[in-house]
């Protein structure tokens, strides 16, 4: 894997195991939940992707081969979605990594890292009343 860093496009915030992150170039907002959650906080906190495998068999039911491969495929599908940038891109600060040991201390339940993208921010916000106004603006309504 390469180097690379959190997007200055990309604002995230993590609350529990699910990370909400919203490129704000592209509108496009993702959700990474469970293992794609720990490894994408190991990654905004300025962290070596290459070492994503042995957090992931560390924390998770999960074989070293297997975490290699899926971290890899996490990574990259990052980088295509625009949310990491490769070197001689402009990266953000870098953030504090949240603790990623169990409750328990044992390993979990592995699901392989996912990048969910929804893009239906242009439809929730077609529905916002205040896009519907006339010259005079909010909070004048558009008749008819």
């Not at 295509?80 to 891109?89: A, F, I, M, Q, S």
């Amino acid at each position: 894997m390469t180097v690379v860093s959190v997007s200055p496009w990309v604002t995230d915030e993590r609350i529990d195991d699910v990370v909400m992150a919203i490129h704000l170039e592209t509108g496009a907002y993702y959700v990474l939940d469970g293992s794609a959650a720990d490894c994408w906080t190991h990654l905004a906190s300025g962290a070596d992707p290459d070492a994503l495998p042995d957090l992931l068999a560390a924390r998770y039911d999960v074989d070293p081969a297997t975490a290699r491969v899926d971290a890899a495929a996490f990574v990259a599908g990052l980088v295509d979605e625009g949310l990491l940038v490769t070197p001689g891109g402009s990266g953000a600060p870098t953030r504090g990594d949240a603790s990623l040991v169990g409750p328990d201390g044992g390993a979990r339940a592995y699901s392989p890292p996912v990048v969910q993208r929804y893009d239906d921010l242009d439809d929730l916000l077609a529905i916002d009343p205040i896009h519907e106004v006339d010259e005079a603006g909010w909070p004048v309504a558009r008749p008819g």
